[in-house]
């Protein structure tokens, strides 16, 4: 089932080489941002249009991956997988709060990303 993304990302290579495989998928990718700020107008501009967000942890401009991943699923009840190089426990721990999809370490597998979002659409 084809899926509405929002890509949460601070690295701009690294949103792109997302989009184009959640593009190549069959997903529609309803836009990228590199901050709290950007994610939150971005889901608002859509009116919470947004099946799954993937998130980074660290952000741009010092913002959070968890606090926006708490911010979306508090106003339109998105969910995020997180994506990251920075999932210690703690971490993990924050996260798993927010009823994520799942957590994907980075360097990843376009195939673990895939089977993650392929598991929420089941």
């Known amino acids: 089932m084809p899926l509405r ?9 690294l949103a792109l080489d997302l989009e184009d495989m959640l593009a190549e998928a069959g997903h529609t990718v309803v836009g990228q941002a590199s901050d709290m700020a950007q994610a939150l ?7 919470g249009g947004v099946d ?10 010092g913002s ?8 979306l699923r508090e106003r339109w009840d998105i969910p995020s997988l997180f994506v990251s190089g920075n ?6 721990e924050l996260g798993a709060s927010l009823r ?11 195939r673990e990303v ?3 979002l392929a598991a929420m659409g089941a």
């Open 100 to 110: 994520p999809i799942g957590f994907v370490g980075k360097p990843y597998a376009e």
């Open 41 to 47: 107008s971005l889901a608002e501009a859509v009116g």
């Open 87 to 92: 999932l210690d426990e703690r971490t993990r």
């Open 5 to 13: 993304v929002m890509i949460v990302e601070d690295e701009m290579l």
């Open 114 to 116: 895939l089977a993650s």
């Open 52 to 61: 799954v967000a993937i998130m980074d942890i660290n952000l741009a401009r």
């Open 64 to 71: 959070n991956g968890i606090e926006t991943a708490a911010a």
